[in-house]
């Protein structure tokens, strides 16, 4: 049977969409999951029943408030049926109900002075990002990992000294399966909203968005990261109380090695370079890293952004050489560490970009390639990654990603020649 949303669901989700919401940093998330247990998982499950409802409800709202007709695109209700629905999954499911003296323990600091033992790191305001600019336009929001939150917290500590009734592991396994679904639900909204903007274009006659709706893009975005970085992350610590994995919290590892990432994202980008161009052999990449270079970081994060930027640097050097050159130019690979930031430049000999188009590559749906892949929603769910080039969500996103725990992204060009891509990630 198929799912219909109720009058009395969107009254609800309008209500949630009133609150702000909380900011949580990678530091914070570290520093909580560090020694999961029944009791701190099902505080965690407390704030995220919360928290997630107020965050799909913004998304509800402004996918129904989008302008010029976008809001009545197939693809777009589809995508806010999603929200909708996984809102009233995690608002509905049952909670237990626990004796007093079990909800006290809940709410009891570990530390015998009364006051609580461990302070969460605040979040810090990234510099590259301009005040609000990732904001929800219903709210006073603050999701992007930015400033101060909500009075919802996400905390660090409990008493977890002695067991805990059986009901509590049994919510918390069920709100785990619960996220899992919505997860698996979400997984092919980049490529639905992006159907969603292509229906609107051809209806429009439109070659490229305005500055609404590529703002709207990059809110919902970011939205998008925090939401399944929210939910990966719990899911995976409930996994870890089983299995735990060495340097890891949850899905973020604390000594993520660097060389060894890019390496692979390398070998990864040559491959599809090789396999899209039928080269026997894509530009080379020279590799400048130290071997023992780590940081605290999500690798699959990172993994995506090397991808996609050496993706458009190799297919870039063999548009501009041409498919039947014996030997390209060395694209080279630096990164280094700083006091604040982790940096990785990208310089490629593929031509450069010229000046006028600049603003255009941060643009989504820009794409140099003739024939867009056709969008199918099933394929690749999880982000543009297979293909060599065409949707024109490589760069946006990346920069999405790497501004998301406090870095950037920044590209200078010389046309005629070659560009050069910074990506950093902050350190703290």
């Keep these: 049977m198929a799912w ?34 029944t009791g701190t998982l099902f505080r965690a499950s407390q704030f995220l029943s919360e928290e997630l409802p107020i965050r799909l409800a913004h998304r509800v709202q402004e996918l129904g408030d989008l302008p010029d007709g976008l809001n009545d695109m197939p693809s777009i209700k589809r995508v806010q049926d999603w929200y909708s629905q996984s809102f009233e999954d995690i608002t509905t499911l049952p909670r237990p109900n626990l004796p007093s003296d079990v909800r006290e323990r809940l709410v009891r600091p570990t530390s015998p002075n009364g006051r609580d033992s461990k302070v969460l790191s605040q979040t810090t305001h990234n510099p590259s990002v301009k005040q609000g600019q990732y904001r929800s336009q219903q709210t006073h929001s603050n999701s992007n990992g930015g400033g101060k939150g909500s009075s919802r917290r996400y905390y660090a500590s409990t008493d977890d ?19 899992q679904g919505i997860k698996s639900r979400h997984d092919s909204v980049v490529t639905t909203v992006a159907q969603g903007i292509l229906e609107w274009k051809r209806k429009r006659q439109r070659m490229q968005i305005d500055s609404n709706i590529q703002s709207f893009l990059d809110r919902f975005y970011m939205s998008r990261i925090g939401f399944r970085m929210l939910i990966g992350q719990h899911i995976a610590l409930t996994d870890q109380r089983q299995a735990m994995e060495p340097n890891y919290v949850g899905i973020i590892c604390t000594q993520t090695n660097v060389r060894e990432l890019a390496q692979e994202a390398i070998d990864n980008a040559r491959f599809v370079c ?23 970081y999500v690798p699959a994060h990172l993994s995506h952004m090397l991808f996609e930027l050496l993706k458009n640097s190799l297919r870039a050097v063999v548009e501009a050489h041409g498919q039947g050159k014996e030997e390209f130019p060395l694209t080279k ?27 255009l590559v941060w643009t989504y749906m820009y794409t140099t390639v003739e024939t867009t892949p056709s969008l199918d929603p099933d394929f690749n769910k999880n982000d543009f990654k297979a293909p060599m080039a065409g949707f024109g969500y490589g760069l946006p996103i990346s920069r999405l990603y790497a501004r998301y725990f406090g870095g950037d992204l920044k590209l200078i060009s010389m046309e005629g020649y070659g560009t050069d891509v910074y990506l950093r990630e902050s350190l703290f």
């Excluded at 000294?161 to 996220?179: A, C, H, I, M, V």
């Design 161 to 179: 000294e002695g067991d805990w009734p059986p009901e509590l592991n049994d919510y918390n396994k069920r709100f785990s399966r619960t996220l």
């Design 333 to 359: 690979v630096i990164i280094t560490e700083g006091n604040e930031d982790i940096t990785i430049k990208i310089s490629d000999e593929g031509g450069g970009i010229p000046r006028s188009v600049i603003p």
């Design 4 to 37: 219909k949303k109720s009058e009395r669901l969107m009254d609800t989700i309008k209500h949630y969409s009133c609150f702000p919401a909380t900011g949580v940093s990678l530091r914070q998330m570290v520093q909580f999951g560090e020694r999961p247990s």
């Design 274 to 296: 090789e396999d899209h161009y039928g080269l026997f052999d894509s530009p080379k990449v020279r590799l400048v890293c130290k071997p023992d270079l780590h940081f605290m």
